[in-house]
Nanobody
Framework: QVQLVESGGGLVQAGGSLRLSCAASGSISSFFRLNTMGWYRQAPGKQRELVATIISRANTNYTDSVKGRFTISRDNARNSVYLQMNSLKPEDTAVYYC????????????WGQGTLVTVSS
């Protein structure tokens, strides 16, 4: 009932920046602002890994490899979550997926289709 659509991926040189966006649509819960949203990524031949999560501005978490470089934010009025990526490195190359966790729902976890980020050296 809820769909997530990512955008903003592309090709960038090492040291550059990208801003990813994820917009939720469809039957969005009235408790959307209380649910955890996150970004995951999957590089070729590797497992999907958590990049960052957000519940509120004061409640965010990042994997160690992106701390200080990436910033997750959300705009509940627009049903969206963002990932600002600075100082990109080749090892950041991956397909990035938006994720929504809504435990008191028929669909407790929702994924977007992914957007490709390629960082060249």
């Amino acid at each position: 009932q809820v769909q997530l659509v990512e955008s903003g991926g592309g090709l960038v040189q090492a040291g550059g920046s990208l801003r990813l966006s994820c917009a939720a649509s469809g039957s969005i819960s009235s408790f959307f602002r209380l649910n955890t949203m996150g970004w995951y990524r999957q590089a070729p031949g590797k497992q999907r890994e958590l990049v960052a999560t957000i519940i509120s501005r004061a409640n965010t978490n990042y994997t160690d490899s992106v701390k200080g470089r990436f910033t997750i934010s959300r705009d509940n009025a627009r049903n969206s979550v963002y990932l600002q990526m600075n100082s990109l490195k080749p090892e950041d190359t991956a397909v990035y997926y938006c994720n929504l966790k809504q435990p008191f729902s028929r669909y407790p976890e929702v994924w977007g289709q992914g957007t490709l980020v390629t960082v060249s050296s």
